[in-house]
């Protein structure tokens, strides 16, 4: 790990102490973590990336039933029926 200065403005120092207190973080681990999200790129695992390559795949289909109507017909009480 590197050790960097830099300069804030009031404002963002007040912001920082605000969200340290919040998150219960120091200030260097929410710069770090800013830095993480606004530059890094994480890459993402296989199994990541095909999860997201088939969010959706269904969402056109029309020759299945909507969700609520296969989870009514699973939650389908017949008690009475079997007496």
Known sequence: M????IYLSNEQWRNLN??????HLSIAELIRQAIDKVYVKKHQ???EESLD???GLWKDRTDLPSTDEYIRTLRKDNRIERF
């Open 53 to 55: 390559a088939i969010t």
């Open 45 to 47: 695992s296989k199994f």
């Open 2 to 5: 590197k050790r960097t200065q």
């Open 18 to 23: 605000i969200a340290k207190e919040k998150r």
